[in-house]
T-cell receptor, first 116, second 111 residues
Framework: DAGVIQSPRHEVTEMGQEVTLRCKPISGHNSLFWYRQTMMRGLELLIY????????DSGMPEDRFSAKMPNASFSTLKIQPSEPRDSAVYFCASSLASGRGDEKLFFGSGTQLSVL | AQSVTQLGSHVSVSEGALVLLRCNYS??????LFWYVQYPNQGLQLLLK??????LVKGINGFEAEFKKSETSFHLTKPSAHMSDAAEYFC?????????FGAGTRLFVKA
């Protein structure tokens, strides 16, 4: 398996522009997570999906952030409009959730976002 | 609510020395605990996990961790550090579907 695939690997944009980050989870996994990593705040869970349904989006910082999972093999995280403080590494992770809570997360390589 | 606290944002050891990375957890129920490693410019990878089957958990690359309920700790150790162990290490706990990560400890290995 190719693992979790994220694109783009790097994104540089100007303040006010729309940014779309993409994620392809591991085939067969039923849970998908978006995390943001910064030096100041560490790893923050933004949103997670189970069976393509958003379960908890309490970590999404503002209405400028939105996430979708139209099918089991694709998810997007959109920021509109983007701001310099959104600069971070955004990770997508997937897992095969059993309901016990001991599932291993598989992470993508991340998208390094820089908003100028 | 579950949470983890990692003691020390940076740890430096000499090659061949013992590695000890500290993690304390807070959980109202028996926790599932994890250690993940992040190499530069990569995503996180699972090192090991505790699921109550055994208190001493062995992971990849010679790492192990011991669950101590009395101390609410889950410290990560490796008897002999290698240069390739230089990375950032994250302790994590799950609560429902969520995995909550600690702030991370960056391990430096000196030649």
């Amino acid at each position: 398996d190719a693992g979790v695939i994220q694109s783009p690997r790097h994104e540089v944009t100007e303040m006010g522009q729309e940014v779309t980050l993409r994620c392809k989870p591991i085939s067969g996994h039923n849970s998908l997570f978006w995390y943001r990593q910064t030096m100041m705040r560490g790893l923050e869970l933004l949103i997670y999906f189970n069976n393509n349904v958003p379960i908890d989006d309490s970590g999404m910082p503002e209405d400028r952030f939105s996430a979708k999972m139209p099918n089991a093999s694709f998810s997007t995280l959109k920021i509109q409009p983007s701001e310099p403080r959104d600069s971070a590494v955004y990770f997508c992770a997937s897992s095969l959730a059993s309901g016990r809570g001991d599932e291993k997360l598989f992470f993508g390589s991340g998208t390094q976002l820089s908003v100028l | 609510a579950q949470s983890v606290t990692q003691l020390g944002s940076h740890v430096s050891v000499s090659e061949g020395a013992l590695v000890l990375l500290r993690c304390n957890y807070s959980s109202s129920v028996p926790p599932y605990l994890f250690w993940y490693v992040q190499y530069p410019n990569q995503g996180l990878q699972l090192l090991l996990k505790y699921t109550s089957a055994a208190t001493l958990v062995k992971g990849i690359n010679g790492f192990e961790a011991e669950f101590k309920k009395s101390e609410t700790s889950f410290h990560l150790t490796k008897p002999s550090a290698h240069m390739s162990d230089a990375a950032e290490y994250f302790c994590a706990v799950t609560g429902g579907f969520k995995t909550i990560f600690g702030a991370g400890t960056r391990l430096f290995v000196k030649a």
